[in-house]
């Protein structure tokens, strides 16, 4: 399982224990979701870069 899913599964568990209340459960679900949404964003913007770098190798080696 994936860390974003370990998180979420922790977080279930502390609520059925009754550690957090629903509210507490469903801000800090609203806080994982963001983090994943922004490291997703990040890789894609990584891979965008590194294509892009690519490239401009490939063709200043062809000029």
Known sequence: ???FGEHL??????RDD????DEEYRDLRAQLLENRDRGS??????VVVV???????????AA
């Not at 599964?9 to 502390?14: K, N, V």
């Open 9 to 14: 599964a922790r977080l279930e568990e502390q």
């Open 1 to 3: 399982m994936n860390d």
């Open 41 to 46: 964003r990040r890789l894609i913007v990584g």
């Open 18 to 21: 009754g550690q957090i209340t």
């Open 51 to 61: 294509i892009m770098l690519v490239v401009v190798v490939v063709i200043v080696a």
